[in-house]
């Protein structure tokens, strides 16, 4: 379904569940139209929520991590425009492990699933956003080098650090552009991968995401904040 000229659409990557799965549902809420992804074997939460926002939810399969799944969605979509196009991607390694212990199958996981390939779908998608649009993806406060004080969780770290430093190559690469560049840091949300001990509730978090991101429309270039709209120290 085309969106009508007074509806915006949003584009948002990896929400079968947890934090971008509450970013479509935000979303709807507020009268977007959206078409959210899943891998192929996770379609169940996204259905569910169809049967209550009708054709304003479309939903696609893909799994950013194999590169001719990104191309055949990129062709599906091609004759798209987008407001918003978001990609919500993130796994972690055991939080015991250490660089110095993990296994390299382990790190690549990681790697590819947290930098790689959020940046693969940018690249692939980035030209089917409109000129007023927003791009962004799900960062983390723990990929701040300066808030980094205790060593913790240091393979999920450098995953999103790095994510972060090629989000930098990018938005250097498109200085011209007038779009924004979003890397949002979540906080500690109580999902199946934040775990029961985070500090904040998805409520308390993607609502005010999503407001967040809404602030930035009009203003170009890359910020990288958390879900109240502050500032992350790099």
């Known amino acids: 379904m085309q969106s009508t000229t007074s509806t915006k659409t949003a584009l948002i990557i990896g929400a079968s569940r947890g934090l971008g799965f509450a970013m479509v549902d935000e979303y ?6 959206v078409i959210a992804t899943a ?3 996770s379609l169940e939460n996204l259905r569910r929520l169809s049967g209550c926002a009708g054709e304003r939810l479309e939903i696609e399969t893909v799994d950013i991590t194999l590169p001719g799944e990104v191309a055949a969605l990129r062709d599906r979509l091609n004759d798209r425009k987008f407001d918003l196009l978001f990609v919500n991607a993130g796994v972690k390694n055991d939080d015991r492990e250490t660089i110095a212990d993990v296994s390299t199958d382990e790190f690549i996981r990681v790697m590819v699933t947290n930098a790689l390939s959020p940046m693969r779908v940018i690249e692939a998608f980035e030209d089917l956003v409109q000129p007023t649009g927003t791009i962004g993806v799900m960062s983390s406060g723990q990929g701040s080098l ?3 004080t205790n060593g913790n969780y240091e393979v999920y770290r450098g995953s999103k650090a790095a994510l972060n430093m090629f989000m930098r190559s990018f938005a250097a690469r498109h200085a011209e552009d ?3 560049l979003l890397l949002m840091a979540p906080g500690w949300v109580r ?3 934040g775990g029961p001990q985070a500090r904040l509730s998805i409520e308390e978090s993607i609502p005010n995401l999503v407001t967040t991101i809404e ?7 890359l910020h990288y904040l958390d879900y109240a709209g502050r500032a992350v120290p790099w």
């Open 191 to 193: 999902t199946d991968m």
């Open 28 to 33: 709807l809420k507020r009268g977007w139209q």
């Open 146 to 148: 300066t808030n980094n």
């Open 39 to 41: 891998r192929s074997t």
């Open 178 to 180: 007038s779009r924004p």
């Open 215 to 221: 602030s930035q429309a009009e203003n170009p270039g």
